[in-house]
Every structure is written in structure tokens, then in C-alpha cells.
């Protein structure tokens, strides 16, 4: 069959001009789809995902033709891709070009398609990803799963049934995305000459830096591992596309604080617009939102850090609150007169000035691990220090100033072979590493949202519930009392009798989108990237003559400390910013560890998996300029 009607005479909705309108025969829709059919089964279908024209795509498949409209789908990038996408077309990379998550998936309601929050996915059938990516199809129940709350019963993007098949530890499986690798990387860096200041190669089994002169070609099976594509990434960032001072925006501050996402940002958003109420004490529907979204976060936090309950999860404002709260609770009751805290010289303030009050309260003494010349835990030193007296050993993870990853788990089961007991600061180390707090057994661990992609003034303490359930609460009011009277008052159980006051509800489900979207491009992925990249950094600075990098650790996160001779560290970053380069110049909240390599200051450029090779040569080529304009 053939239409008569020149589609030059057609109007974008299909209708024929006012002064043809009676010549043409009615429209036949069904031939029309009829046709489209034919003609793009013809056609190649890679030419988009869906076989459809990239001109023609907001037609929908041929066999949408003719129906009404739809609301346009969110656009959703790569770090909304996780558990409970919707089969998609597949790109050659086998990654979805869109996807629906749960709490972005539009329903009915009164006629009108809106998004629903994550506190409704229960309600809405979960339909997983194929078995080849390692998840199982589940459907959602018929009714909210059992809850400690009055309302729906919490719900979130991770089932919180048992019987469900939820991804173990390794819950993201390494996925082909495009360029660049570790292979294009350690081509990169064979053309890079060692600069006569470059440090002699360490030795061992370090994670960042002995392996760097191994050939490519020789590769255990673990180290076979699929290329990252830092582009897509990147587009995930709307803040990456700015420009400053002319020139695009090179974020090499992360270790001060991380960009967001846009699922972070829409998810913040959505929040205000749909679920904005106090939580807990309401017979309304927007407190059922809100709580429903707050414990979900409070459950994706759980499952990130692999503590065995909600109950051990605390919400706070950020890793410095983290430790106050430790201090000020547990520190309170259980350090006295003569005890001693054990901190390392690599601790951030954070770490060391709430000890430091607990200790001049109470009449106890503050012990310092000291590090060597490479900025590394002299472990034989940290075992003179523990004894009979050693009531709490608090170290970092990962060091903000040099970048050095600190053998904790060595140095928790230290502190309870003697007795003590361990907290340790994840600030630094949450977002380029797998933590698992049950096996590092630490009592306590803090970190960061902003430093994990999410918002600021989010924070979380996690403790072991028996641990949790003896600590008295710091701070007094509401949300966290179970009955007061004049006479006495009861507190809940925790998390909730640490968590007086309003919470920062937002930012707590902004920090629960940061970290489903961590996931879902997976920690091991990210951990690879960065370690190529930090490598490839750390060779090109080499090269620049008068730089003296500081932090020299085997095993490092991706933290760049240096200081450049001739030149203040401010300068340093004014001509770095000047191309449009942010990283950190000055102390870094550190100043112990700085002064231990005869510094009040450095330049810090510190890398997240959003940062590319192109940009590394962008600093490198800046720094180098500026050594040689004074020669």
C-alpha cells in the first residue's frame, strides 16, 4: 500500500495543510506502522540502541507509532545503572544506554506520570538485570515488607527481604566501558623519562607503586581486567563542564571534597519537591516519605560498609562530628585518669584535637605512632606503644596529606590484643577502596559524604551494637528519647538516641544516591582506574626539576603532596588556578605530619575517577613551566 500524500505537505504532528485537508483521505495508522516496521527492519540495528534513526527517536519503537504521547523518560546517566535496572538495548560495551532505577521510575497517580521516590519502590515490580551481569530477577511483594514504623515499611533500591538474592561483596562486576586503561596507561608512562630527582623504586608488594615497570604482557588472571571509560563517566558531572578563567574546570581537589553527581543532585532535588517532612512522628504522607528515604540511606550505608545492622549506623554531620561524638560519648565514660589514646603522625585534626580534650578532661595521656621517611606506620614502633593502659587506638585509613594507606587491620587486632579498643577515620579511603567493618573488625569507623560524591553536612559513625547499646548520648532533645518525665528521662535504642534534633534528612538520602552510584559503577573499577592514574601522575611530576614529593608510602591512595623548590606552595596555586587547575595549597588540617618532613605546606593534587590523563599533563606541563621561568 501507498500513501499519496508528498510528506512535504505534512505537518510535524502528521496533519495535512488547511488547503488539502478535504483532497487526503483520512490518515491509516495502522498501514503506517505497518510500513515503518518494513522499513526499519531493513535498516542496521546498531544504528541506535532500539533500531531507531537518532532523527526519529522520540517517535518510540514502530510499534508506539500512532499512540499518544508520553512524558519523556528521565535521563539517567551511567551511575544510575545498578541492581534494579529495566532490560535495555545494549550498546557494543554491554552497558544500557538508559535505564529505569526505582526511585526515578514514573507511575499513575490520578492520571498525571510522575517520578516516585525510593520510599515506593516496594510498590512498584524490580526487575533485574540479566543473570550475566550477577543479579537475579525479583519481583517486589504485594505489600510493604514488615517495619518498625507505622507507615509503608522501609523500602529502597536494595531489597531488604532476606530471602532475596542480593550481590555479595563483590556486588559490581568489572564491566568493558572504552578508554583509557591500564594498558593505554602504562604506555603512557614507558615515554616518560625519570627526572634526576625521581626516588629509587621501591621494592615489595606494594598496591600503587612496585608493579609500575612490570611488562603489560605479564599479567596473573586477577590482573586481567576490563578498560574504564572516563568520558562517560565525566558526563555524569555537569560541574566538570565549567570553565574558569577561561579555561575547562580541572577538579584536583577530591581529598578536600568531591564533585556530585547528577543522580546525586536530581535525587536532592526530587527530595524537596516530593518527600520534604520531618521524620518519625507524623500520621501524614509525606512523613512516611521521608522516613521511608532516610532509613533506606541508613540501609545503603549498612550495606556499603558491610555492618550487620541499621542499628549500628549513626547519622552526623561528617567525619569530624564522627569522632567528637566518640569522644564525648565513649571516650567519656570509659577513659580515666592515667589511660592512654593512641593516635598515628599521620592523623588529620580531626583525629587528634577531640582526643586531645578528652585527655586534658580527664588526666589521660595521648600516644603518637610515628611513620618513616616514606610516610608509612612504623608498626614495631605502634607495638611499644600498647599496654595494660591503652584504652583506644584512633587512626586513619588513608592519609589527606600524603595519601599513605595505613595497614589497619594489622592495627586493629593490635588494639584488641591489648585490650583496646579501635576507630578508624574513613574519610579518605571510602571512596577509592571496598571497606568491609566486620572484616577489619574496627569498633568504630566514621566518614564523609562530600568525600564519597555525596553532599555536605552528612556524615555517619558506625559501632558495634553492643558497644552502641552501653554508650550514653551526647547531645539531648528530641527523636532521641523514648519517654521523659521531670524526674528522668528514657532514651531510645541506637542509632536514634544519637541522633538528637532534626536530622539532615536531605542530605542523608543525597548521601544514599552517592553511594548507589559508587556501586554501581563499582569500587573495584574505580580503585584500578585511579591506581593507574596516580601512577602516571606520580611519574610525570618526576620529571619537573626542584619538586620533592612528599609521601613516598608503597601504598597510597590518590593524593599527590609536593612542594616545588623556589616557590611558595601559594604561588604554586595561583598559577595553577590561573589554567584553570584547583588543587589544595597549605596545611591540609595536618600540620603533625607536615612538620614532619620539615613543612608548614604543600601543593596537593588529589585525583577521583573522573580525572583524566589529558588533565594530569595539564599540571604537569603548568608546574614544569613555572620550575623553569626563574632559571
Given at each position: 500500500m501507498t500513501i499519496q500524500t508528498p510528506t512535504s505537505e505534512l505537518?510535524?504532528?502528521?496533519?495535512?495543510?488547511?488547503?488539502?485537508?478535504?483532497?487526503?483521505?483520512?490518515?491509516d495508522v495502522a498501514a503506517l506502522s505497518s510500513l515503518a516496521n518494513q522499513f526499519f527492519a531493513t535498516l542496521p540495528t546498531s544504528i541506535v540502541p532500539g533500531g531507531l534513526p537518532a532523527g526519529l527517536s522520540?517517535?518510540?519503537?514502530?510499534?508506539?507509532?500512532?499512540?499518544?504521547?508520553?512524558?519523556?523518560?528521565?535521563?539517567?546517566?551511567?551511575?544510575a545503572r545498578g541492581p534494579a535496572l529495566a532490560p535495555a538495548a545494549q550498546t557494543q560495551t554491554g552497558v544500557p544506554e538508559k535505564a529505569a532505577d526505582s526511585a526515578?521510575?514514573?507511575?499513575?497517580?490520578?492520571?498525571?506520570?510522575?517520578?516516585?521516590?525510593?520510599?515506593?519502590?516496594?510498590?512498584?515490580?524490580?526487575?533485574?538485570?540479566?543473570?550475566?551481569?550477577?543479579?537475579?530477577?525479583?519481583?517486589?511483594?504485594?505489600?510493604?515488607?514488615?517495619?518498625?514504623?507505622?507507615f509503608l515499611g522501609e523500602s529502597s533500591s536494595y531489597p531488604a527481604s532476606s530471602d532475596?538474592?542480593?550481590?555479595?561483596?563483590?556486588?559490581?562486576?568489572?564491566?568493558?566501558?572504552?578508554?583509557?586503561?591500564?594498558?593505554?596507561?602504562?604506555?603512557?608512562?614507558t615515554d616518560i623519562p625519570a627526572g634526576k630527582n625521581a626516588p629509587a623504586k621501591e621494592q615489595g608488594n606494594g598496591f600503587y607503586f612496585t608493579d609500575l615497570n612490570r611488562p603489560a604482557n605479564e599479567k596473573s588472571g586477577s590482573d586481567v581486567r576490563p578498560p574504564f571509560d572516563v568520558s562517560t563517566v565525566r558526563r555524569?558531572?555537569?560541574?566538570?563542564?565549567?570553565?574558569?578563567?577561561?579555561?575547562?574546570?580541572?577538579?584536583?581537589?577530591?581529598?578536600?571534597?568531591?564533585?556530585?553527581?547528577?543522580?546525586?543532585?536530581?535525587?536532592?532535588?526530587?527530595?524537596?519537591?516530593?518527600?520534604?517532612?520531618?521524620?518519625?512522628?507524623?500520621?501524614?504522607?509525606?512523613?512516611?516519605?521521608?522516613?521511608?528515604?532516610?532509613?533506606?540511606?541508613?540501609?545503603?550505608?549498612?550495606?556499603?560498609l558491610g555492618a550487620s545492622s541499621t542499628e549500628e549506623i549513626i547519622f552526623v554531620r561528617g567525619a569530624t562530628e564522627a569522632i567528637n561524638l566518640v569522644a564525648k560519648t565513649w571516650g567519656v565514660q570509659n577513659i580515666g585518669e592515667g589511660d592512654e589514646i593512641v593516635v598515628s603522625n599521620l592523623e588529620h585534626h580531626a583525629n587528634i584535637v577531640p582526643w586531645q580534650q578528652l585527655a586534658a578532661e580527664k588526666g589521660a595521656r595521648l600516644r603518637v605512632i610515628p611513620v618513616d621517611d616514606s610516610g608509612q606506620i612504623l608498626l614495631e614502633e605502634y607495638r611499644k606503644l600498647l599496654n595494660d593502659k591503652t584504652?583506644?587506638?584512633?587512626?586513619?585509613?588513608?592519609?589527606?596529606?600524603?595519601?599513605?594507606?595505613?595497614?589497619?587491620?594489622?592495627?586493629?587486632?593490635?588494639?584488641?590484643?591489648?585490650?583496646?579498643?579501635?576507630?578508624?577515620?574513613?574519610?579518605?579511603?571510602?571512596?577509592?577502596?571496598?571497606?568491609?567493618?566486620?572484616?577489619?573488625d574496627a569498633d568504630f569507623f566514621v566518614f564523609s559524604g562530600h568525600k564519597i560524591f555525596g553532599p555536605t553536612g552528612i556524615g555517619v559513625v558506625y559501632g558495634k551494637r553492643d558497644i552502641l547499646e552501653n554508650t550514653q548520648p551526647w547531645q539531648g532533645g528530641g527523636n532521641m528519647i523514648a519517654d521523659v518525665t521531670f524526674e528522668r528521662t528514657l532514651y531510645q535504642a541506637p542509632p536514634n538516641r544519637f541522633e538528637a534534633g532534626t536530622g539532615n534528612i536531605a542530605d542523608a538520602?543525597?548521601?544514599?544516591?552517592?553511594?548507589?552510584?559508587?556501586?554501581?559503577?563499582?569500587?573495584?573499577?574505580?580503585?584500578?582506574?585511579?591506581?593507574?592514574?596516580?601512577?602516571?601522575?606520580?611519574?610525570?611530576?618526576?620529571?619537573?626539576?626542584?619538586?620533592?614529593?612528599?609521601?613516598?608510602?608503597?601504598?597510597?591512595?590518590?593524593?599527590?603532596?609536593?612542594?616545588l623548590q623556589g616557590f611558595t606552595t601559594v604561588e604554586v596555586g595561583q598559577a595553577l588556578n590561573r589554567e584553570g587547575i584547583a588543587v589544595r595549597a597549605g596545611h591540609h588540617c595536618a600540620q603533625p605530619i607536615l612538620r614532619r618532613f620539615g613543612l608548614e605546606a604543600t601543593v596537593r593534587p588529589s585525583l577521583a575517577f573522573y580525572n583524566t590523563c589529558e588533565e594530569v599533563d595539564r599540571l604537569v606541563s603548568v608546574v614544569h613551566r613555572l620550575a623553569t621561568s626563574r632559571r
Open positions: 505537518n510535524p504532528l502528521g496533519d495535512v495543510s488547511g488547503a488539502q485537508a478535504a483532497a487526503v483521505p483520512p490518515l522520540h517517535l518510540g519503537g514502530p510499534s508506539q507509532l500512532g499512540t499518544p504521547p508520553q512524558p519523556p523518560e528521565p535521563v539517567l546517566a551511567l551511575g526515578q521510575a514514573p507511575r499513575a497517580r490520578e492520571g498525571i506520570a510522575q517520578n516516585v521516590p525510593e520510599a515506593y519502590a516496594a510498590a512498584l515490580p524490580v526487575v533485574g538485570v540479566p543473570e550475566a551481569r550477577g543479579y537475579v530477577t525479583e519481583h517486589a511483594p504485594a505489600t510493604p515488607p514488615s517495619s518498625p514504623y507505622y532475596v538474592n542480593v550481590p555479595g561483596e563483590d556486588r559490581v562486576l568489572a564491566r568493558s566501558f572504552g578508554l583509557p586503561g591500564e594498558d593505554e596507561l602504562r604506555a603512557l608512562l555524569d558531572f555537569p560541574i566538570l563542564q565549567e570553565r574558569v578563567n577561561g579555561k575547562p574546570l580541572v577538579w584536583f581537589d577530591n581529598a578536600a571534597t568531591t564533585q556530585k553527581p547528577q543522580a546525586v543532585i536530581d535525587r536532592l532535588a526530587y527530595f524537596y519537591a516530593h518527600e520534604n517532612s520531618n521524620i518519625h512522628r507524623a500520621a501524614h504522607e509525606l512523613a512516611a516519605r521521608a522516613t521511608d528515604a532516610y532509613e533506606a540511606a541508613r540501609d545503603k550505608v549498612r550495606r556499603f584504652r583506644i587506638v584512633s587512626i586513619t585509613q588513608v592519609s589527606n596529606a600524603l595519601g599513605t594507606v595505613t595497614p589497619v587491620k594489622e592495627i586493629v587486632a593490635l588494639a584488641h590484643a591489648a585490650g583496646a579498643k579501635a576507630l578508624v577515620d574513613g574519610a579518605q579511603s571510602v571512596s577509592h577502596m571496598r571497606v568491609n567493618v566486620q572484616a577489619l538520602v543525597g548521601l544514599g544516591a552517592a553511594l548507589d552510584y559508587v556501586e554501581r559503577i563499582g569500587l573495584e573499577n574505580i580503585a584500578r582506574y585511579e591506581h593507574d592514574l596516580l601512577a602516571y601522575a606520580t611519574q610525570g611530576l618526576r620529571t619537573i626539576p626542584g619538586l620533592r614529593l612528599i609521601g613516598t608510602a608503597a601504598e597510597k591512595a590518590s593524593v599527590l603532596s609536593f612542594v
